[in-house]
């Protein structure tokens, strides 16, 4: 997982996905938390704490993640409010954030470590707070990637909203992202399949592309957070949800 953030660390000021990521994910952090003044927030696995920094425009964010490592970063880029902790055990009061997030984690655990955690995402909210989550989807894009974020599973729709029912959470919104990108990594992850996953983890699913190609997949994402702001997506990627505690 250190290799994993230590080249997120490199690349997500520039790279298309990272600029994506928050355009799909802003709507439903306003949505989240409209109506509650100065709210608590805490990010759930923060990594490289860059998510921290830009939680931290709309309340009181804190964070905590499984690393040292991670930790390292985040202070690099200024975060405070940070400890280390397991996403299973959140060491923080009941009833205490308008807000928890967390990003591309739960592919990460095991089947009684996600039932875990999202017991513990319910024990934190304040009744009435919100729960944002992104995950890998789609078990068919399974690839190179999976290994270097030491994905256990790609979540479906019926997947996360077992997962978030089953935690006594309120589904609001549920759908997938980067679908324009779905083609061009189906072809490509089952070709990394056929010719066998990689036993150990290498950066170069991280590597940001040429400029020009940078930019145009960025401008293209941000047609498709336009898109979804008002539709669900059929298919892509990453799965995104929007949950509240009732």
Known sequence: MDLLLEATYEVEQRHFWFHGFRRFVQPL??????????PGILDCGCGTGRNLEWLGGYGHASGFDLTRRGLEFAQAHGATRIV???ITHIPFRSSTFDLVTSFDVLQSLDAA???????EFWRILKPGGALVLNVAAMEVLRGDHSVLAEELRRYSRPMMRSAVEG???????LTYTNGVLFPAMLAQRAFQRLRGLPARAHTRELAIPPAP???ALTAVLALEAALVRRVDLPAGSSLLCLARKV
Not at 113 to 119: G, V
Not at 167 to 173: H, T, V, Y
């Open 29 to 38: 952090i306003e949505r989240g938390l409209a109506g509650r003044p100065n």
């Open 113 to 119: 470590q996600e039932r875990e955690t999202m017991r």
């Open 167 to 173: 935690a006594g959470l309120r589904l609001e919104r």
């Open 84 to 86: 280390q902790a397991s």
């Open 213 to 215: 190609i940078n930019a």
